[in-house]
């Protein structure tokens, strides 16, 4: 691999990869070929015959029809010379095999939108900062993994075919499922809580989910990856919160040991690890803040806004200095009938959102465990206790004191690394227009 020459002596190597760019001057030719790990410059000196005529022959030939994009794996002498501005390093060519050829003209180039770079994606992705995307999401899976395994927490792989909505009827997938329906599930909510009342104790997941949802905004896919975790024996949503921020500091402290000269020199954006505790706003409050600087939320529900949500991340940054916010205590009206409601105050609930960098990455809760409290605010909330069925036999054995949250992965991506659309982080991408590549 191209990264690996840095650390070999002068000599003898053997490297393949995409062709970047060709000089192909007079007496000499430039390649700067390109692996997954790095790029390296290939030298061939022209050879002239004995009146300083150059002559045609191999491997010049085949690199003056080189294009950009072909495959080729290329032999010769490895030279570490410090005035080469790319590693320091260089190749004297000896032999080129062309292996595959790319056609010359390609669809997209650097200024091309991102719809037309989505529907060449496989090209898209061959830029080097492209690439560092999923190397970081890579690592940041694996930190969150790492911190789960580590605390005993127990892996889920649950079902994403449903006999019953997993959230709501709204913004649900239905498919033909043999004589019957089924649907795409929007969430591993109730089987997360399932698995409390098996008696699991602490789970996690990282899986896909499905919302049809018809928005086209830069923050919201029909299919995403979600990272969900449920915990037992907790005293309120305080400690979902906690549990919340150990791991994205886990996560952001790997990203940028491993990652941040990069994210810096491609991205031009420092990776901060937040520093524990989150602020913590109580969303009444929150609104209270957002109107004195000068917005009110204008809607009908008891709900925040996206720009709700980006006046109250300004107004931390510059109270705090951090780029995350708890916005907590959710009106009953717009949250789930499974959210739990503090004594003494039906009106609220014990949840939370949590705002990165102005734009709402996850939802938390603690849940209601008592089946009585259960049946009455489904019903409060519309909902048939008989379609339930399944759902609260969970709580008809004993089942402990829970809560967890759900968190998009690309938000998060798309917000550490300051991007417009989670479009950009997302392998393939897809929303109400899109079902390809």
Known sequence: MI?????????TVTVSGWVDTVRDQKKVQFVVLRDETGAVQLVNPRSTDAEGVVVTDEPASTISALSQGSFVTVTGELKHDERVKLGGIEIKLATMELVTVAIPETPIAADSSLDKRLD??????RQPKQNLIFRIQTTFEHALRTYWVEHDFIELHTPKLMASASESRAELFEVEYFETKAYLAQSPQFFKQMAQSAGFGKVFEVGPAFRADPSFTSRHATEFTSVDAEISWIDSHEDV???????LVAGFAAVKAKHGEEVLALFGVEVTVPSQPFPRIPLAEAKEIVKSRGYEVPRDDDDMDPEGERQIAAYVAEAYGHEFVFLTDYAASIRPFYHMRPEGDASVTNSYDLIFNGTEISTGAQREHRIDVLVEQAKEKGLDPEELGGYLD????????HG???????RVLMLMLHQTSIREVTFLFRGPSRLEP
């Open 120 to 125: 060449w994606r496989f090209l898209d992705l």
């Open 394 to 401: 969970f709580f008809r054995y004993g089942v402990p004191t």
């Open 3 to 11: 990264k690996n020459l840095a650390a070999l002596e002068n000599g």
């Open 241 to 247: 919160m906690q549990l919340h921020e150990e791991l």
């Open 404 to 410: 967890g949250f759900g968190m998009g992965l690309a």
